[in-house]
């Protein structure tokens, strides 16, 4: 490229990750996009296992740190990957290595984004082409997370983020095979791959002259893909975001490539059969209308044909046949038809459905008494008939495990648990008779792996208008807003939940980036000033407080943990912020969670987590 600034890229490809179906395919692109970037003038590395040398993370892990160690600032980078993917949490990606099995740990490229960002880069553009689809086993939900390097020096950078993910969360990526396997070709991959070689005139900008940007290759990206699938007898959709800024936006400059150095390719005929089935059509969900586009999959649905079902006898004459056991109700039904109290006299507490309490362990200066019956429990300060500071909590329930949530005043938590542990948690003010119902279907779209349309930024302040109802919806736009390296947003969150009396919550505190101090009883974070800026759509338009300039200003934190179990995985190698808002010894306990939504320890775990915290154990 022309542009003297820094510009560097790797292309990672997975064909053979264990006990997976090899993806050719996967290499085929990843060389294919190094040799584009190259041919760009990026200082670029292609990382795959078609040399037979498998692409682990300890491989990835010294390539990336090449890269960083040259002293010389970064202006853009570009990450490619191609290969097998799954979705553990909200809008959280995971990459498949050549050893993710033996290993059991996957990569987690939003957190290996925002290890980049602490390096100081100025923009990071994301292309990945693997599945998003939910885990399909008790093996793939129990995966650890990496994001594969340390900190860097740098907190709290907001690099300006292109990302081209080729599917929707819940939703298979695909591949078609060629002649040979040297032919073999993602679908999502080439149809980008020809836009950035400026082969396809439609992927060129209107705005600037003779070249490709990030806005005019989100465009094309959007509409051709589905077109391609749709060729194959697929069904694929991708999910992009363009924010680089006008006037340094530009993938294909002007005049960039000579004739000779363009790299072709012919598609497979579509007679040819996928290497994936299609896709099946998803079914009708109450969460639709929230999220807004197509309809929810089913949870049955993964992405392929379902296998055809077993031919089972029918029952001779004269016989019934055996009563099958009903299949379990979904999460969003029982979230609907859980049974709560309205309101405790303490103002706080907590109602557990799925399972029963044996007891809670608390703060010296908090008590509870169960109410009504086992699983309704209230919450007040010791002296006190109310709760007046939030306060960490763990339920121990009578399979043995410690829910860890977060007593807040004022606020009753509905909890939903399965064999995994908590599966949903659910906060509704105990003053009124304000419902949770957007909440309810947040779950339960996340239950489904769909909470991430292409309009994240929008959806995110939907589900925001009403976090002082619930705070748990803000840290669901937290996370969204983290997906897009949208740090200032999450403070402006952070500052309103102080000018509303209530406390942050710990999630959005960690992903604000910004530092607290113990106070007694009390963990306190300052929130620092945060500009204005224009308003990146009309639905953001609406809510001023979306961009509004806010204040610095200092808060307490809510709780001593993250309220998802996501949010765990910033404990494990914290930065100096995040230090600061964690009890030495904390992250040590992540290898004590279990794999459900929401932090639930182990018996051992629970102990020690009581300990950690002097948390002392109030028997009915």
């Known amino acids: 490229m022309t542009n003297k600034k820094r510009m560097v890229a790797i292309a990672i490809g997975v064909s053979r990750a264990e006990g997976l179906r090899v993806l050719p395919a996967a290499v085929n692109c990843a060389d294919r996009f190094f040799k584009w970037s190259s041919a760009l003038g990026y200082e670029s590395k292609v990382v795959t296992d078609d040399d037979k040398e498998p692409v682990t993370l300890t491989r990835l892990q010294a390539e990336l740190s090449a890269i960083l160690a040259d002293p010389r600032p970064i202006h853009r980078m570009l990450i490619y990957f191609a290969g097998h993917g799954i979705i553990h949490e909200v809008a959280s990606g995971l990459w498949l290595l050549s050893d993710w099995k033996k290993k059991g740990v996957v990569v987690a490229h939003e957190s290996l984004r925002q290890r980049l960002a602490s390096f100081g880069i100025n923009q990071i553009a994301i292309f990945s082409d693997a599945c998003r689809s939910l885990p399909r086993s008790i093996f793939e939900l129990q995966l650890d997370e990496t994001s594969v390097l340390d900190p860097g020096p740098i907190e709290g950078a907001e690099p300006d983020l292109d990302k081209f993910l080729s599917t929707q969360d819940g939703k298979q990526s695909f591949a078609v095979p060629g002649a040979t396997e040297m032919n073999d070709l993602c679908v999502f991959s080439g149809v980008l791959l020809e836009a950035l070689w400026g082969t396809k005139a439609a992927a060129f900008s209107k705005v600037v002259s003779d070249s490709i940007t990030s806005s005019s290759l989100a465009l094309y990206l959007k509409s051709e893909v589905p077109l391609m699938a749709k060729k194959y007898g697929l069904s694929l959709k991708p999910s992009v975001l363009a924010s680089f800024p006008e006037g340094d936006n530009v993938y294909l400059p002007p005049g960039t490539l000579s004739a000779g150095s363009v790299s072709t390719f012919d598609w497979p005929a579509p007679s040819e059969l996928p290497l994936l089935e299609p896709q099946p059509l998803p079914a009708e969900s109450e969460s639709a209308d929230l999220l807004g586009g197509d309809p929810l999959p089913s949870r049955s649905g993964r992405g392929t044909s379902p296998h055809p079902k077993p031919r089972g006898s029918r029952a001779s004459p004269g016989k019934l046949a055996p009563k099958r056991k009903p299949p ?121 792996g769909a909470l991430t349309p292409d309009r994240v930024a929008d959806l995110a302040a939907r589900i925001r208008t009403e976090k002082h109802v619930d705070p748990m919806l803000g840290v ?93 995985a910033f404990l494990a190698d914290p930065t100096g912020s995040e230090s600061t808002l964690m009890r030495p010894g904390l992250a040590r306990l992540t290898n004590r969670l279990t794999r459900s939504r929401f932090p639930t320890f182990d018996s051992p775990g629970g102990h020690e987590l009581a300990k950690l915290f002097n948390l002392v154990p109030r028997k009915p």
């Open 476 to 568: 669901f736009a937290a996370y969204l807003y983290d997906s897009i390296g949208d740090v200032s947003s999450i403070r402006r969150m952070a500052y309103f939940y102080v000018q509303n009396h209530q406390p942050i919550p710990y999630d959005i505190a960690i992903l604000a980036q910004i530092r607290g101090q113990q106070q007694g009883d009390r963990l306190v974070a300052r929130v620092p000033r945060v500009a204005s800026r224009r308003p990146r759509s009309d639905a953001e338009r609406q809510y001023s407080w979306t961009y509004q300039e806010t204040l610095a200003s200092e808060g307490v934190v809510g709780g001593a943990w993250p309220w998802l179990r996501q949010g765990w």
């Open 328 to 448: 379990p109700r979904p999460l969003l039904e029982r979230l609907r038809k859980q049974r709560l109290p309205r309101g405790f006299e303490t103002g706080s507490g907590f109602a557990v459905e799925g399972t029963e309490i044996r007891r809670l362990w608390t703060p010296n200066r908090v008590f509870t008494e169960p109410h009504l019956d086992n699983n309704w429990w209230t919450v007040r300060e010791s002296n006190d008939f109310r709760l007046h500071d939030p306060a960490p909590i763990l339920i121990e329930l009578t399979n043995g495990q410690f829910a860890a949530v977060t007593a807040l005043p004022n606020f009753v938590a509905g909890l939903v648990c399965d064999s995994r542990g908590v599966s949903a948690v659910v906060y509704r003010p105990s003053n009124s008779d304000a419902g949770a119902r957007t909440t309810e279907d947040v779950i339960g779209a996340l239950e489904q």
